[in-house]
């Protein structure tokens, strides 16, 4: 008899979870069985720590700013201009450690830059009232152009700091980790704890779910907007920084393959471009998910061009199972409603 109850609460609480966390659950899956494919076709590869180092050095580029694009996402917005602002980031950083050297400032200067290339893109899109799509394409030109200009097309070299205590901090390796994994995982944390613990990921639902239902609730719709973005911006010059410090040069086309993946990385992770709704363990999961993909097409010798096709593939399911889920969703609503 004991057994059997403790075999009901778990089965109660596993129900539970399942029911609460649906979609996290089938992201979690689909990586789960991708990882399970890759494997069995290249144990060989799947087998060696260092495929995984290889993959959790690269993820996070593709990771962090996606993880600020979901809140982007949930308010009924986008941002198309965070490939620029991560390459305006790194210039900032790369330019200040040249004139000073390796010093927190550069670091500090290049967050500023986000939080300001940021808070231009809310103010255009609450202010200005121009839509989201449109002042961050011209947002993108803007940030992108500044750099081509001030670099003159040309990389500046950050390699021979390499070894550096700042240097170690942001990309260095920890028992041979890489130490951009980490962050990535702490914003992970700090982002998921304000959206659903807080007041302010309460707004930035309500705000992307009904915005004159929000107002009328009392909420600053414009506010959150802007914040939303000003965070997004920051963690944008922050992954930029990132890369820079990885490939130990910055360039002044830094960024740009970012743009889709990051997007990608969100909408396979479960939020809807509609906004209202998201997940930021979802994102993080998804944007692992494309990096799995990237690796594991490689690593059992397909040439790369399959690896957009098979994004394609992943995409187009991840969005079929998430109908499926808010369909079950809303009838099992109506059904306790009735």
């Not at 962090?64 to 900032?92: H, K, N, R």
Request: charge should be positive.
């Amino acid at each position: 008899m004991v057994s059997e109850s403790r075999g009901n609460i778990v089965f109660n609480v596993l129900t539970t979870l399942w029911t609460r966390y649906r979609l996290q659950t089938t992201v979690f899956t689909i990586f789960c069985g991708l990882w399970l494919i890759f494997y069995a076709i290249s144990p060989s590869s799947f087998a060696r720590p260092f495929t995984y180092t290889a993959i959790l050095s690269v993820a996070p580029f593709t990771i962090i700013p996606a993880l600020s694009l979901t809140y982007v996402i949930i308010t009924g917005e986008m941002d198309l201009s965070f490939p620029s602002i991560m390459a305006l980031g790194a210039w900032v950083l790369t330019v200040t450690w040249h004139a000073f050297g390796p010093t927190p400032l550069g670091l500090i200067l290049a967050l500023l830059a986000g939080l300001m290339a940021g808070f231009i893109n809310g103010v255009l899109v609450t202010k200005c009232h121009i839509p989201s799509l449109i002042a961050t394409i011209g947002t993108m030109f803007v940030w992108r152009g500044f750099v081509l200009i001030a670099t003159g097309g040309f990389s500046i070299s950050i390699g021979m700091w390499r070894g550096t205590p700042i240097y170690q901090a942001l990309v260095g390796r920890f028992g041979g980790i890489p130490i951009q994994i980490v962050w990535a995982v702490v914003i992970a944390v700090i982002l998921w704890i304000f959206l659903n613990l807080h007041k302010f990921g309460a707004h930035v639902y309500y705000t992307g779910d009904n915005r004159v239902a929000a107002q009328m609730l009392g909420i600053n719709t414009d506010r959150v907007i802007i914040t939303v973005f000003m965070i997004h911006g920051m963690l944008s010059a922050f992954a930029g920084v990132l890369v820079a410090l990885e490939m130990g040069s910055f360039w002044p086309a830094l960024g740009e393959i970012y743009l889709l993946e990051s997007i990608a990385a969100v909408v396979v992770g479960g939020t809807p471009i509609t906004g209202g709704t998201g997940t930021i363990f979802g994102t993080f999961i998804g944007g692992l998910i494309l990096k799995w993909i990237e690796t594991g097409i490689l690593a059992v010798g397909v040439t790369g061009f399959w690896i957009k096709l098979v994004y394609g593939l992943v995409i187009i399911i991840a969005l079929i199972a998430q109908v499926i889920i808010r369909k079950r969703e809303i009838r099992r609503m109506k059904i306790i409603g009735a």
